[in-house]
């Protein structure tokens, strides 16, 4: 798997992975999926009984999880930029300072 701390091509800041351990623990398997900042969570499918299938969405319970920390959003400095930022490629870097941008105009 690509390292996006070592900025190898084809990694992502954010990793979603998925397990499945049937049959068995040692024969099951795991699923990852990518995103990159400011875009979308992916809907994974999950697996159920059988053969049926979930398809999650995993933006659903992060933006009621968010609504619901009212306190910390309201305390969100968006004048400066988070701890690490130098961690993010030149691409991500941008998506959050365009975000910040963005959140910073619309506060009173």
Do not use: C, W
């Not at 979308?40 to 049926?52: K, N, S, T, V």
């Not at 933006?59 to 305390?75: A, D, I, M």
Request: zero cysteines; a neutral charge.
């Amino acid at each position: 798997m690509p390292s996006y701390a070592r900025h190898e091509s084809g990694s992502f800041p954010y990793l979603i992975i998925l397990t499945d351990p049937r049959p068995s623990l040692d024969k099951g398997t795991a699923r990852i999926y990518g995103f990159r900042v400011n875009e979308a969570f992916p809907r994974i499918p999950i697996p159920l009984a059988g053969a049926e299938t979930l398809i999650f969405d995993f933006s659903l319970p992060y933006q009621r999880t968010f609504e619901g920390l009212s306190y910390f959003r309201n305390r969100a400095d968006y004048s400066t930029l988070p701890p690490r930022i130098s961690t993010y490629d030149p691409a991500d870097r941008q998506r959050i300072e365009e975000v910040m941008q963005k959140a910073s105009d619309s506060q009173p």
